[in-house]
């Protein structure tokens, strides 16, 4: 009975801490406009730039086809980072003092980030997904694929920012933690799958490609989008994925108690 209660208890607390940080997108609308945009030109560049060169030469017919996805990935792979930012930012502004003092879960802290930048990285998608209309994208697997697309995105990247958040708890500020948050995430976006085929690379590469996280999740999202043949990347990123969560929780949890 005590631990049910105690769950209940840290689930109403995380949902206040997740209406907290939503809140701020009602208040500073430009950062979610800003936010946005970035994908868009990231997308419009590489749609246009690139497409007629090797637009042939992927899968899934046209190159906004083969594309979006992996800018999906990418996007939200990012704002999975805005979780460590804004903890750094909490704990150089003193709010966690304040949290502190209140009789609330810990958890719910990071918990409570996790989930509200999981659902701006879903409206994110969604603008995403309709500019890739504009573009001509389009899903070739029915509705149920596309909405299993979306989740294993979004399942994906809501354990990177469990990485992003022990990192946040880690370093001294905001600054550095987005620093080295790029650090980890540009290499595996760019050697990955996201915007050419594995193949086009030099051979030494396509090794760590094939390999990395950041590859399934796009090789899966594929695969959900363009009904693409499967070859394992599914489960492959939901190993992936459930391996992160269960490394990263208690470390970040520790880190936390130990920086408050």
Same mark, same amino acid.
């Given at each position: ?5 105690? $769950? ?23 950062l979610l ?33 083969? $594309? ?13 980072? +805005? ?18 003092s ?108 094939? +390999? ?26 939901? $190993? ?21």
């Open positions: 009975m005590n631990m049910l209660k105690e $769950l209940q208890s840290s689930s109403k607390d995380t949902w206040i801490i997740t209406k907290r940080n939503l809140y701020r997108y009602i208040r500073l609308p430009q406009f800003f936010s946005s945009i970035q994908p868009i030109i990231f997308l419009t560049l590489f749609n246009f730039v690139f497409g007629g060169a090797i637009g042939a030469e992927v899968p899934g017919g046209k190159y906004i086809n083969y $594309l979006l996805p992996g800018i999906i990935v990418q996007t939200t792979l990012f704002g999975a980072l +805005n979780t460590g930012i804004g903890l750094a930012e909490d704990m150089g502004k003193g709010i966690i003092d304040r949290f502190r209140l009789p609330m879960s810990r958890i719910a802290v990071m918990a409570g980030r996790t989930f509200s930048d999981m659902i701006r990285n879903l409206v994110v998608m969604t603008i995403m997904i309709s500019v890739g209309y504009l573009y001509g994208f389009r899903f070739q697997n029915g509705l149920a694929s596309a909405l299993g697309m979306v989740g294993i995105i979004l399942f994906f990247t809501f354990s990177f920012s469990w990485i992003a958040a022990f990192i946040g708890m880690s370093v001294k500020d905001a600054e550095t933690t987005q620093l080295a948050s790029f650090v980890i995430i540009f290499p595996l976006t760019f050697a990955s799958a996201a915007f050419v085929p594995i193949n086009s690379m030099a051979g030494w590469l396509q090794v760590f490609a094939r +390999n990395q996280p950041i590859t399934f999740a796009v090789d899966a999202a594929r695969q959900l989008a363009l009904g693409l043949p499967y070859n394992g990347a599914i489960w492959k990123l939901m $190993l992936w994925t459930v391996g992160i969560l269960i490394v990263f929780i208690p470390l970040s949890i520790q880190r936390y108690k130990a920086r408050v």
